[in-house]
């Protein structure tokens, strides 16, 4: 195979990607309802172009599994559920399930109270968190997402050692006429899933993003992949890069804050110090957050979406710098990228395919990635 697998890789339509990890987790002991959940959140995110975050991570998702910290046959348990709030215990399960269930529930109580606030705990990774908050925008309501995250990659600002996670946002809001507004970043520069997808690629790491401990950057994705598994000196900048000069503190501080909605509210682990304490099979304990507001709590729905309108249409209407890249809104990129993966197929490289192959064949079920589906 030439390197054009890893420049224009084939593609393959999402129902068969869906196909391939639906029998993945189903064989691990998953129930069918349940994988059928996890499997779309993973392939929606992969169709949005997001690619470090859906099929991808089910080396992380064997992993957990193989070390007995994930328990494929949770029961989600309401802890607390009042008229504006809810807590749930995830039972060590995935996260993609329960993360559904909790931004339904903060619908529902939106849609009686104007507000709701779940709150999930014992959970592990749950994909991309603005798959959740669109949910919310799809159904009229503005959604805030944030969850806590079982890697220790941030250096804070002035510091040399990681300390905190990725620890993302995400918010999404309906948008009247046009596809909702959605917004999800990590507050590193980029997430330690990218820096994977990078490898996977064989491809640098940009300037900027992953440092040694003594501020140099490093390019190659394998030597930050080693940082980040060594968690002693180094890892990923917070966004706005590693000083305070363009605004490295704001990352950080956007992280801690996403630590205390996501993990000191819930009661979910604090990785820094799970990290110390854990054993092979001790479970990740992600918290996360989900909120959803209903706009017409302060306005008509005509209002807010005629304001909203002419928000998206006065940003588009900005004179590019480059007259081949318009302006775009937040989640426009994703959506032009899910048009174009739904018609012709979502991007699978080379290393991919063979780490597929190799789970697939570890789960003892049939491998579907061998003809391509590229017009």
Sequence with gaps: MSDEDLLNPPRFEAQLLKKQIISILTAWGMALEEADIASTVMIETDLRGVDS?????????????????????????IIRDRSTTALLDADRGLGHPVSVQAMEMAIKKAESYDVGIVCVRNSHHFGAAGYYAEIAARQGFIG?????????????????????????????????KYDPLVLDFATTVAAVNKVKVRK??????????????????????????????????????????????????????LAVFSHILSGAMPGASFSPVRVKNSNADTPDDLGHYFQAINPESFRTKEEYENDIE?????????????????????????QISRKDRQKNGIPVNRNLRNLIKEIAQNAGVEYFLVNNTTP
Aim: no cysteine; net charge positive.
């Design 53 to 77: 975050h859906g099929i991808n991570m089910l080396r992380q998702y064997e992993e957990t599994f193989k070390r007995g910290a994930l328990n494929i046959k949770a029961q989600t348990k």
């Design 144 to 176: 805030i997402v944030t969850t806590s995250t079982r890697g220790i990659s941030m250096v804070p600002t002035r510091g040399t050692q990681p300390v905190l996670g990725t620890n993302p946002f995400a918010f999404a809001a309906p948008a009247g």
């Design 200 to 253: 996977l690629r064989e491809l640098q790491l940009p300037d900027g993003w992953v440092n040694d401990g003594d501020g140099r950057t490093i390019f190659d994705p394998n030597e930050a992949i080693r940082i980040f598994e060594n968690k002693s000196f180094g890892g990923l900048n917070p966004v706005g890069g590693i000083g305070e000069t363009l605004g490295g503190h704001k990352g950080y501080g």
């Design 310 to 334: 002419v928000v998206i249409k006065t940003l588009r209407s900005v004179k590019p710098s480059d007259p081949d890249k318009p302006v775009l809104v937040p989640g426009e990129p994703e």
